[in-house]
Each structure stands twice: as structure tokens, then as C-alpha cells.
């Protein structure tokens, strides 16, 4: 898949990993996704699901853009024991908007750094870049375009157009009624759209102001924009395969193509 497009989950789930039996399927690791358009490799946010990244890389795949939705921890976690930044061979670039007055470096140095972690991101064999990320940016022949999201603290909405493909991710984003209109528009007809569902209906009502969605909500975002194919992600810890495999059809009834991600999932665009 070189030269084609594809978009790989390497983890679905959202606000802290979890292990066990119960989330064999859908995979107990957190935020991160490997995009690949017009043969350019693109990983978007750095959840525990980054350690999975090395063994899918191909041979000539070694510049690796990293980009960041925000930076909450189950967003990062991935980052300390990022085998791209602990061995030879590799250069990653991680593009961050500001948040918090910090930048990328500021937001990563949070989580990496005493008492948290032992070392800062300096201190790591092989260094990542960091730059902000800017409203529109060019890597090779892809495009990446951001929004701002509804979540505490503040999120990215990540656009990636190139060879004629476009994914849309929208982790940690309540879709409020303001924000809708220009949500459609920025997701409109999208090959693939990767958008937060964390909760049931019935779920909702205590964790409305928590930044995040009903996956009925994100099923009908992926409807009403046009998404040719939806991906529900950032699984609430609590919620076991069993549970989201039940909840399937409720996801169908509103998109005939609309899933819950599953880590270790290639789509093929
Ligand atoms: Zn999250
Ligand atoms: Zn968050």
C-alpha cells in the first residue's frame, strides 16, 4: 500500500488504556491512528497505541509527522516509550497548536519530565522535532487542515487531503449545536471520517460537559456530512466488547458504514 491510502487504528480508546478479556476486540489502547495518503505516512495523536507504529512502518518510512489534537494524557501517553524515539533511524516531528500558553515542546514536557516521567524529551536517545501547527500545513503531497473543537482545554480538528483522499479526525469534540455547521463543511464528503462516540444516550445526560459525544451523534455527523465510511472512536474504559458490539446496530440504522474502531484495523481508502 505504498502509494495508496489507507488509515490503520492502533488504538480506539479513550481516557485512560485498559486490559483484560473483555477488550480483546476492540483493543485497550489509547488515541492513535497511522494515515497514509498519496504514499505519505501521517500518525495523528500519541496515545499507548504509538507503541504499536514500528511494525507497520515501511522500510523507506522514516520521517514520521506526528500531529497532536490536544494534550491530554490518554492523547500522549504513547510518547514516553515511542520506539521511534528510542532507536536509530528514525525523525519525528510532532505539530501541536497552543494550548495552555504552552507550545509542542510544553505540552509534550508535561507528561515527560520529573516527577512524571524521569527524563524530558531532550533527554531521549533520538530527540523529536517540535514545531505549532498552523491552520493549513504541506506534508509532501498532503494537506492538513485544522479546526478548532468543543473540549476542555481545547482540541484540533485534523483535515488530511492528498491523492485525491480526504480523512477527517474529530477526537475529543462535543458536536454542539454551534458547532455543527461548520463541522459538516469541514468533514464534508470525506472518505473516511474518525470521530468521537464515547458514550450511549443513556450515558449522556451526566456526562454532557465532559468534551465528548453520544456515538449516536457521531454516527449522524458522519451521515449528515456525507462520510463514505465512519469510524466511532475514543471507547470509554468502562464500556466491554460485549457492550459495543450490542450497540453496532444502533450505529448502522444511522450510517450504513459506520463502526466502532477497533485497534489494529486497516481501512483501505
Ligand atoms: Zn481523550
Ligand atoms: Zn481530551
Known amino acids: 500500500m505504498k502509494n495508496g491510502a489507507s488509515v490503520t487504528v492502533l488504538g480506539a480508546r479513550g481516557s485512560v488504556p485498559v486490559s483484560g478479556p473483555d477488550f480483546m476486540g476492540y483493543g485497550g489502547a489509547t488515541v492513535c491512528v497511522l494515515a497514509r495518503l498519496a504514499g505519505q505516512a501521517v500518525v495523528l495523536d500519541a496515545g499507548t497505541g504509538l507503541l504499536e507504529l514500528p511494525r507497520l512502518l515501511?522500510?523507506?518510512e522514516r520521517r514520521i509527522p506526528l500531529l497532536l489534537s490536544h494534550p491530554h494524557a490518554d492523547h500522549l501517553l504513547g510518547l514516553p516509550l515511542c520506539p521511534l524515539l528510542l532507536q536509530p533511524g528514525f525523525r519525528v516531528d510532532i505539530y501541536a497548536a497552543r494550548r495552555h500558553g504552552l507550545d509542542a515542546e510544553g505540552q509534550v514536557r508535561a507528561l515527560l519530565?520529573?516527577?512524571l516521567w524521569p527524563v524530558g524529551p531532550h533527554q531521549l536517545p533520538f530527540p523529536p522535532a517540535f514545531h505549532d501547527l498552523p491552520p493549513r500545513l504541506e506534508l509532501g503531497p498532503v494537506t492538513v487542515e485544522s479546526m478548532e473543537g468543543v473540549h476542555p482545554g481545547g482540541v484540533s480538528l485534523l483535515?488530511?487531503?492528498g491523492g485525491g483522499r480526504r480523512v477527517v479526525f474529530v477526537t475529543d469534540c462535543t458536536i454542539t449545536d454551534s458547532l455543527l455547521p461548520a463541522l459538516k463543511e469541514f468533514a464534508r464528503d470525506c472518505d473516511l471520517l474518525l470521530v468521537d462516540g464515547q458514550y450511549s444516550d443513556d450515558e449522556w445526560p451526566t456526562r454532557a460537559g465532559f468534551g465528548h459525544n453520544t456515538?449516536?451523534?457521531?454516527?449522524r455527523l458522519g451521515r449528515d456530512c456525507g462520510a463514505k465510511r465512519v469510524l466511532v472512536i475514543h471507547h470509554d474504559p468502562a464500556h466491554t466488547d460485549c457492550q459495543l458490539d450490542a450497540a453496532a446496530e444502533e450505529l448502522r440504522r444511522?450510517?450504513?458504514d459506520c463502526a466502532f474502531a477497533r485497534a489494529g484495523e486497516e481501512v483501505l481508502l
Open 58 to 60: 515501511e522500510d523507506e
Open 159 to 161: 483535515r488530511l487531503t
Open 215 to 219: 456515538w449516536t451523534a457521531a454516527a
Open 254 to 256: 444511522i450510517h450504513p
Open 113 to 115: 519530565s520529573p516527577p
